[in-house]
């Protein structure tokens, strides 16, 4: 059966013109269909390889993937994985790249690497690839070496170096194709994850910190910028379709610089163009939804930043139990301030009763053990990068309290010496709830105090945590026939950090 085709090899093999029956000289460049071969019947599996050079349809690539997924990879040697690379990236796929992709991770074992010299990984790599893409698996398996003998500050930079050639010898010079995004996108998580690293052993140093990650930002932004300016409405051989892990790369490390702004623009960008997150992968998506929230929580709009991370909790499977409870530390402070209290049996499954100091206070009206808990948790939210979050809980305190009033003295006008004796008591570490017959305490006049306690008040009502007016001339707060205490969702919090006169 004779045959003519042009098969084009992604990059990974030369451009080759075939006109010969389906035969040796076939499988020599095309070692991945070769090893299909030897699993099914020869009539058969020459029928299907004429099939896919003719016609190329997409069902037969999903079957051939298959097929080496479910193979048991033996990577016994450097050339047993470039190998493997090699025949898959032969594919010229974006499932393909995928694939590939799963195996430049530093949680793969790469066992063979620890008798092996980087002559021999330079002559195998170029055995099996084309120039750049040599070079670059070259340059990987020397980080993957690196980093499994924690010398970070060579693996930091090596990879610095991939990443950029990737960009200067992929990225820019091979057009309409995309299947090499996948590894591209693992290349720059690769680098991030050796910024971290790296920066732990310079703990004291942050002027190297910093710059550590900046080079590393300016690298992988390089990217970034490149596959932006590829968008196109149809994604099919786009650059596009790894801005949304290229944008979680760069969140991450303009989180650890600080740049908050920055981090704001690519998030605001793929909201924008809602169609890159909607191709891309799952965790991709769990993890940009992750950062979208703890932006939304720095501003203290916890309406969205709870609607971010309800998404993330429920893209996540139960059995990754440590990323769930990272992704409830800060769904459960944005649903505190949404009015949601996380039960008792939730926070001891995930060991975060120190949520549950929170929510008693909150409960009780009680201001000296908020304060409490505030202190005894203070370093915890600071991991978390939300200390400013602690200043907004008084105000749900306060909240707490004119309402556990209202309902003692039973109307809708309060006098104010009333809610000031139960703020007073409050902060002494009295439980409001509890001590009904605070009315009948004497409390001594302070003028201070006194003003502060109408600042509160005043706060509350512009906030929108209470609709109610102050009367000055009966010194009564006056609650709204309807309504006095509206859905915290509608309450307006702003981080002062934020605020635009300061900014």
Partial sequence: MQMTALLHCCGLCATVNINTPVASKFYICFPLIFTLHLRVNNALDELICSFHIL??????????LEAMWNNIL????VKAFLRQISEWGQGGTSEYGKLIKKHLSFQREYTFLHNCEEVSIDAVAKQYFHNPFDYIFNMHLNVVFFHA???YSDGFHQQLELVKAFNSTVLQVIENENWFMSFCCQFSKNLVILAKLLARRASND???IKA????????ILQCYKLCQADLRNHAVNSKEIGLLSLSNSLCELYFKLGQIDDCNVCIEFIMKNNSLFEIADNADKVKYKC????LSLLKWNFKEAEECFTFALKHVPKQYRRLRKIILKYLIP?????GKVPSKKLLETYDLMFFHEFTVALKNGNICQLSNAIESNGITFAKLGLSDILHAFPSLCYRRIVRIVARIVGSKIIPLQYLYCAFTLSTEGVNVISFPNFLMTNIVDNCDKWNEFHCILVNLIAKKNIN???STADNTLVLNDSASFPSLSEATYTNPLFLKELA
């Fill in 206 to 208: 942050q002027v190297k």
């Fill in 468 to 470: 109610a007016s102050i």
């Fill in 291 to 294: 950062y979208c929230g703890q």
């Fill in 212 to 219: 550590i990650f900046q080079e590393a930002a300016d690298a």
């Fill in 55 to 64: 016609s190329r349809h997409i069902e037969y690539s999903f079957l051939l």
């Fill in 149 to 151: 003998f924690k010398s």
């Fill in 334 to 338: 944005a649903g505190i301030f949404l």
């Fill in 74 to 77: 033996d990577f016994s040697s």
